[in-house]
């Protein structure tokens, strides 16, 4: 095996770059770079992959802009409370978090797993040893996401995972697809499955924002297999036949709201909120008693407001700003909750990646990229015009 590899990622350097520009002039493509690197080696409880396949996700977006922080001061916070993952620091941080391979090598104390395997990582970095652990590994404080607060992520001919990232690959799928579901259909199984998000139930009906993202279109499947009724919130007509596909029940295209939701500090501009409410009730004029949030600033107050008198709003993100203004007379005389949620822990993860498995959730891949595209195709996330996942054919990435 070579001693080195072909990475993507970003360096110390490319992150002072990208801090030194203005947010608004910053591209993921400008500050992200192909190197060759270290392979890494296992540490105990380590394994090594060589990796088949993968997806882009938005965290690789904001890895590569440094905003709301740069990679390396992540990485350094992940070693404060991970003491024993100094090696998680150099001078390039390799991105991704989603990623298909076979196991190349385990470290000493790996017992469930052995070279050969197939296998599907998930992103949930956490230390096995804390109690928390055993009741939530998001409430444990070593909680870190693989390829965005560490180091050795997806996109490299090998990448380096705890063994409790793995999971077994779902037979009959080839390996960028296969590669492309876990974080974020885990994450919105989390938000809307797991009694650790809103646990959607049968007959109730859920909004959701940027349905035709990676995300959303996982919520829209979701919620129609919980029994509830998708409406989907789009900004074309592309993606409303996108989120159609999915088991949307209602399609909301928020583009014929002219004008923005807030204003320049992030105050409601209540008459776009009416024109917005009088766009949804043309389509679903019933109670919404679930909104699936991940924009922020821009929607939630929003979200808040639509939500029926003692609904809940999940929410994982803020895509659009994290600074929000909420009219809280909303929240508590509507007896409202908003819940925080965060990707999943093992067994959301697996029971995420299960669905898969077992055909009860399909894919959302929406086309398959190579190793050296990767750079283009963030950018084209960056300027919210993906749909579903884009999967990464990673077989070739020595090339
Ligand atoms: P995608 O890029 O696939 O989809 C995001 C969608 O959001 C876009 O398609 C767009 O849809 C919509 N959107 C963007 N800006 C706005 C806006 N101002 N108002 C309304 N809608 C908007 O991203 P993902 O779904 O993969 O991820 C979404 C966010 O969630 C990201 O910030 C990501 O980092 C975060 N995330 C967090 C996780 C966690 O564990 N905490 C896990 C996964 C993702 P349209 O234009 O059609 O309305």
Redesign the pocket.
């Known amino acids: 095996m070579a001693e080195t590899m072909l990475a993507f990622g970003i360096s110390q350097a490319g992150a002072k770059r990208a801090l030194a520009t203005p947010i608004a002039e910053r591209r993921p493509s400008l500050f992200g770079e192909f190197r060759e690197v270290a392979i890494p080696e296992p540490k105990p409880g380590e394994v090594l992959i060589k990796v088949k396949g993968a997806a882009l996700?938005?965290?690789s977006?904001?890895s590569l802009l440094s905003h709301p922080a740069d990679a390396f001061s992540l990485i350094a916070g992940f070693v404060r409370r991970n003491p024993d993952c100094t090696h998680h620091q150099t001078d390039f941080q390799i991105v991704g978090s989603d990623a298909s391979g076979s196991i190349v090598k385990t470290g000493a104390a790996v017992r469930g797993w052995k070279a050969g395997d197939e296998v599907v990582v998930h992103c949930n970095v956490v230390d096995p040893n804390d109690s928390l652990s055993q009741i939530d590994s998001l409430l444990s404080p070593s909680q870190a996401?693989w390829g965005y607060e560490t180091n050795f992520g997806a996109f490299a001919e090998y990448a380096l995972v705890r063994e409790a990232q793995l999971l077994p690959k779902p037979p009959g799928l080839d390996w960028a697809v296969a590669g492309s579901h876990g974080?974020?259909l885990s994450?919105a199984y989390r938000m809307l499955v797991s009694p650790n998000g809103a646990q959607l139930r049968s007959g109730e009906a859920c909004l959701i924002?940027?349905?035709?993202?990676?995300?959303?279109a996982f919520a829209i499947q979701l919620t129609k297999m919980l029994g509830g009724t998708a409406i989907a919130?789009?900004?074309?007509p592309e993606?409303a036949d996108f989120a159609r596909a999915q088991g949307a029940d209602f399609i909301v295209n928020?583009s014929e709201v002219t004008g923005p939701l807030v204003d320049e500090h992030g105050a409601p501009l209540l008459a776009n909120w009416r024109k917005f409410k009088m766009l949804l009730d043309r389509q679903y004029n019933g109670p919404i008693d679930v909104v699936f949030e991940?924009?922020g600033r821009?929607?939630l107050g929003l979200s808040v407001y639509l939500a029926r008198r003692g609904g809940r709003i999940v929410t994982?993100?803020?895509?659009?700003g994290h600074n929000c203004t909420i009219d809280l007379r909303y929240l508590w005389m509507n007896v409202k909750r908003i819940i925080g949620?965060?990707?999943a822990n093992e067994q959301e993860a697996a029971e995420a990646n299960r669905l898969i498995t077992e055909g009860r959730i399909r894919p959302i891949t929406s086309h398959t990229i190579s190793f050296r595209q990767i750079p283009e195709y963030l950018d084209l996330?960056h300027r919210?015009a993906?749909?579903g996942k884009i999967a990464v054919d990673m077989r070739q990435a020595s090339a």
């Open positions: 996700n938005y965290n977006v904001w996401i974080l974020t994450t924002w940027g349905a035709a993202g990676g995300l959303g919130v789009v900004s074309s993606k928020r991940h924009i821009e929607t994982c993100a803020a895509s659009s949620s965060h990707f996330l919210g993906g749909m």
